[in-house]
């Protein structure tokens, strides 16, 4: 895998709870809301030791906003952003890209992964984040909050582990850990709270060019601010920045406005980038070529396309999966144009792998095997198993029915 991709390295967990922001969009159904999901990318923290022989309290475990002074407060008034570039930090560790590839395949089993498959995936994340493997991380604060169901039913969250990975990207100075600490604080997380200073954090992160904070702070100028010139803005900023999320929330808003060539390559790009949005914009873009265009009345004029239909229809199900089997918000597809360009190119579609990377088609056609991987880990003691694992939730008691 080469060079840096927000969607098929990163995975999105579900709205918040206070407030559950919303972001109203106008997709197969424009009378819904879809709650939104987020990226997770924090890191582990190494103890300090005091004088006198004693031991402080680790990093971990004391509060960074205590220890460090606050950023400029959120101006709810403020309309001027200007669009920043993020650089991620790098993940150069072979053996640690791998090992994270591997926790992916499992990760995008979700619901239909097993307790012990779940345990693998944590171990093979927690042995690449052991090397700094940020992605990795990311994904470790996302399961260790629990709030993408991740865990679900089965394990309580980890707060201690989540906080000890969102210090060590803090310590690091990662911008995108700014993004976590507003996540934290905004939510209740990892041993914080203090949802103004989470939003401080958020307008720091924007400020840094961290393009998910961009998109988040464009929900919260929509929903709660009431100011969708502003959101644009912000979402134009992370859909230059390739993030799939906020290419479909553009690209609807565009189609709306009568934009529809902008409409049709941000949609078309969103898929490209894959994740959770690129998979729904590829189910509305069989909607865009198909004969009714069922909610997309606005590409009426375009004809429709048996070809484009059949080939948007197996990237929404590589993404997003069927009733029987799990799709991959993880994949993405560089050669997209190639092989499935927008009219009035010609198509040379021959599946999904033909979109992928050579790199990236070879191994999803040939996955490792994730649980020899993981038990390797803890042979080497890379990873210890008594820190990672934790006991599954103690099943509920029947609920009284008064009888």
Request: proline content about 6%.
């Amino acid at each position: 895998m080469t060079g840096y991709k927000w969607n098929q390295d990163t995975t999105f967990k579900k709205g918040r709870l206070k407030p559950k922001i919303r972001f109203q969009t106008t997709s197969l159904n424009h009378n819904k809301t879809h709650t939104m999901k987020k990226l997770t990318f924090i890191a582990l923290l190494i103890p300090l030791l005091a004088s006198c022989g004693s031991v402080s309290p680790s990093q971990s475990d004391s509060d960074y906003t205590r220890t460090h002074p606050a950023p400029k407060a959120f101006d709810s008034k403020r309309t001027q952003y200007t669009c920043a570039t993020w650089t991620p930090p790098s993940d150069t560790d072979a053996e640690a890209e791998q090992w994270y590839r591997a926790a992916t395949l499992l990760h995008a089993q979700k619901w239909r992964r097993t307790a012990q498959e779940l345990q693998d995936m944590v171990i093979l994340y927690e042995a690449a984040a052991s090397r700094g493997h940020y992605r990795a991380i990311n994904n470790l604060y996302l399961l260790y909050t629990g709030t993408q169901g991740a865990m679900g039913d089965l394990f309580d969250q980890r707060p201690d582990r989540a906080r000890k990975w969102l210090h060590y990207g803090l310590e690091k100075d990662w911008a995108i850990a700014y993004y976590w600490l507003f996540d934290s604080l905004y939510d209740g997380h990892a041993g914080y709270y203090d949802p103004k200073l989470g939003l401080a954090y958020l307008q720091k992160a924007v400020e840094l060019g961290v393009p998910l904070a961009q998109y988040e702070l464009a929900r919260i100028y929509d929903i709660e601010l009431k100011d969708l010139k502003t959101a644009q803005v912000l979402l134009d900023c992370a859909a230059k920045q390739k993030f799939s999320a906020a290419m479909y929330e553009l690209g609807m808003l565009k189609a709306m406005d009568g934009k529809l060539d902008e409409a049709l390559s941000l949609m078309h790009n969103a898929v490209r980038y894959g994740g959770e949005k690129g998979g729904i914009s590829a189910l509305i873009l069989t909607d865009i070529f198909g004969e009714s265009k069922g909610f997309m009345q606005e590409f009426s004029a375009l004809p429709a396309d048996p070809v484009r239909i059949s080939a948007y229809d197996e990237l929404y199900e590589a993404l997003q999966g069927t009733d029987t089997t799990s799709g991959n918000i993880f994949y993405t597809f560089p050669r997209l144009d190639e092989v499935l360009p927008l009219p009035p190119a010609k198509t040379h579609w021959k599946g999904i792998y033909s979109a992928m990377s050579k790199e990236d088609a070879a191994f999803y056609q040939n996955p490792p095997d994730t649980a020899a991987l993981a038990a390797d880990i803890l042979k080497r003691g890379i990873v210890k198993k008594e820190e990672v694992y934790w006991s599954p939730r103690p099943p509920e008691p029947p609920e009284d029915d008064g009888i």
